[in-house]
């Protein structure tokens, strides 16, 4: 795709590093508000905020402000977006999901229903490039690097042409509070900021610079680094035969698992999606114990786990959906003879009865 158009250049192309144009040669829709807010405005003021946090006195209480709305945003993406509503592992009481759709509006990562449908096409069609929405492989120029950045957060500037059967669901639509959260979408990023201003009289501007822009900033990344890092690098769940997850590129890397609260046992996500736990392994069957099949070994820390555990003893969720003790990989996943990509395009990814009936885009 050349820069030059009549004999000018094509200012948005050069800038856009390409970004602009989708696998198969068709120009991407850029998203203004999207590159403004989180290609501009966000890292610029978190930018400063990491400036600050090394040239200005920061006592204790502002960094434990920052960490506590860190975790709250986070929970509002990873328990309520993810778990709840993307993938229905439990039912949640009216309350719990109130708070659950504040604190996700506060993460500054879209509505609720724009980040489901997203994920769920994510899941449908996981790296398979001009499809999944944010798959690494999208584009394999340098070294790889360019679709790590694609998957990090580049493709959140462009507009997503979801697919047929991915632009409405019908749990979503008839969701009053999830219809609500859209609209009150704009007034929770104003809150996102709100909140810190509050201690300006004890932190100054650093509240909203390091406890608003940069926290945001932070989670954003560790978010980030789902999509890109853990379909990436890491280790590929195994099933009760010790065969991995080939399906698609999805990896169990711990440091993700760490920063986002649990996220990053991503491989075990893609393999069994409907399980609120991710942070896990199965047992070997007998059979492959004595063939001498390895285990998985390794700690998978799942924060959002330990929380939904919290929950329910506490009677805010129930009916959890409770990991199974052994898992067999369909074998048409491990086909080793088709290439991965191809191979995943012929699994269909069972979903949650509440989003088999769409509606019509
Ligand atoms: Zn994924
Ligand atoms: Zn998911």
Known sequence: MSALVKGRRDWPAVLSLGFNIDPSGKRRKPVPISIVTLGILLPGFAMWGLYRAFTTPTGIGLWVLAAALYVFTMFGVTLGNHRYWTHRGFEARFPLRVVLAVA???????????????????????????????????YPGWRGYKGLLWAQGVWLFFRYERPPGYAVHRDLAQDRLVQWQRRAFPFLVVANFGVPLAFYPLYGWNSVLIAGALRTAALMTATGFVNSVCHKWGHRAKDSRGHEYRADDSRNNFFVAVVAGGEGNHSWHHADPGCPRHGRRVALDAEAAAAGVKPERGWHPDATWRLIQLLAMLGLIRNVKQPKATIYFADKQLVPSLPLRQTHREWHMSEPAETQELLAS
Request: glycine share 12%; hydrophobic share 30%.
């Open 104 to 138: 996700s509006g506060m993460s500054m990562e879209g509505d609720i229903q724009g980040w489901v449908l997203n994920h769920r096409a994510h899941h449908r069609f996981s790296d398979v490039a001009g499809k999944d929405p944010h798959s690494p492989y999208e």
